[in-house]
């Protein structure tokens, strides 16, 4: 076999990606209108390996064929956990990118002279192995996202689920006690059902998530203030009168109502769990020219640097702090 396959390759991987990159464009629904470097990716990465693959001057010892077979299953991977990440891409438009760069090396290599049957083979053999690593790869990154989306939801679904259920049991309280103004109560279990409601709604379209759909996000103008006072009208239902609002006034910003109250709610909840019992937990907002920050503070042991990094992994709670002494907060 010569090297000089190995060599035309390497010497035209550009013009390869470049004519991949316009088929790609006109033949993948999902390329259209992804940036170059995007589109490419880790397939450069690919080429250079075909290179070695191709070439007679290396010496195919044990440990560098496992080292080779590592890396070029690295890549695979690589590729299909980015295609993975792109809501309009699915297993066959992965697929078919692969195909459409085999054909065009082919058509690059043997427009001086055809390829060898060795030559072809190591070729058509790289690519079914990428191809499979990159499925492989895509497949499990999506069982990930979806499982990570329903999770999410699930663990969202029980800040609402408290507040209807503290409701419930102030009603029967009030009603037992002979009280019948219980209108404010009923408004807030019906906010909290219709926030579950949507929430049920987004986990049945979980299914379409990676179907070639995504969530999509109702962007408005809304003012933060005004939401984190919403907010913390709520919880302080479910966990009495412990959160302070503190601003000077009206913030307008343009965001994602629902997901931005799930953030504050979240952290707000945890403040709860993991500060001293009873004590004030303060809502800051502050704005500049540049940037707008909410911090959240509360009283409480400071946390380990151990506990910290596991503070926003999702579905991982730290261990609960004995002592309550020092301060502990969070701010985005």
Known sequence: MSSSVSDRLQQQSERIMGLWEERARQEVDAAMHQDSLLLRDSLPLYLRQLVNELSTN???TPTRTRADEKESTRTGKKRGRERAGYVDYSMPQLIFEYHILRQVVFQVLEEEVPLKMQERD???DSFEQAV????????QTLREIQTLFTETLTHDLRNPITIV????YLILGRLGQGETNVDNV???I???ANRMDVMIQNLLDAGQLRAGQSLKLECAVCDLEQLV????ADLSFAYKNRFVVVSEGPIMIYCSRKEIQRVIENIATNAVKYGAPGSPIT???????????LTIHNEGSRSPQTHRRSCFNNFVAPPLLESKQAGAWASF
């Not at 499979?132 to 497949?139: C, E, K």
């Not at 259920?165 to 419930?168: L, N, P, S």
């Not at 809502?283 to 940037?291: D, G, M, Y």
Request: glycine content about 2%.
């Open 58 to 60: 290396i010496e195919r």
């Open 122 to 124: 190591i070729i058509i």
């Open 132 to 139: 499979n690593d990159a499925a492989t790869q895509f497949s």
């Open 165 to 168: 259920k503290t409701g419930m």
């Open 186 to 188: 009923a408004a807030r």
């Open 190 to 192: 019906i906010r909290a």
């Open 229 to 232: 006072q919403d907010v913390v």
């Open 283 to 293: 809502l800051t907002l502050q704005q500049t020219a540049t940037q707008i920050s």
